[in-house]
């Protein structure tokens, strides 16, 4: 469950770590968000080794304060699925995205829902997914 004011952990190559939810993305009213949604994050936290292991123009397109589209791909908040089973992470992480909901970056860190990898083919591919 994010909502305004989150802090989300970013588990993507670009080299952004900790990023703070401004807008939950969907239908006018929204004010939550849970796995699968989308949301305006701004950065708030960067890694230095691996930001300079990027390109030249990943580095001035993601330093701190900069505004990203974020795909939420583990929450805390327990996530339902068509068996009735219930999947609950300890963290909550999203994915820079961009207007189509395809990956930025090459590579994603961490555990991805089975779910994904047939709602978002374009993730589901660079990532290891939970059965």
């Not at 703070?20 to 699968?36: F, P």
């Not at 795909?71 to 805390?76: N, T």
């Not at 339902?80 to 909550?92: H, S, W």
């Not at 909901?101 to 589901?124: A, D, I, Q």
């Amino acid at each position: 469950m994010i909502q305004l004011g989150t802090v989300v952990k970013v588990t993507d190559k670009t080299g952004a770590v900790l990023a703070q939810c401004i807008k939950v993305l969907g239908s006018t009213g929204k004010r939550i968000a849970y796995v699968g949604d989308l949301i305006m994050v701004s950065i708030r936290w960067l890694n230095a080794k691996r930001l300079a292991r990027a390109k030249e123009r990943h580095r001035k397109r993601y330093s701190k304060g900069t505004i990203h589209r974020g795909l939420i791909v583990r929450s805390c908040k327990n996530a339902r699925r068509f068996t009735g089973i219930l999947v609950r992470f300890n963290e909550n992480a999203v994915v820079f995205v961009n207007r189509k909901v395809v990956p930025v970056s090459n590579r994603v860190y961490g555990p991805v829902l089975h779910e994904f990898c047939t709602r978002w083919p374009s993730l589901g591919c660079v990532t290891r997914c939970i059965i």
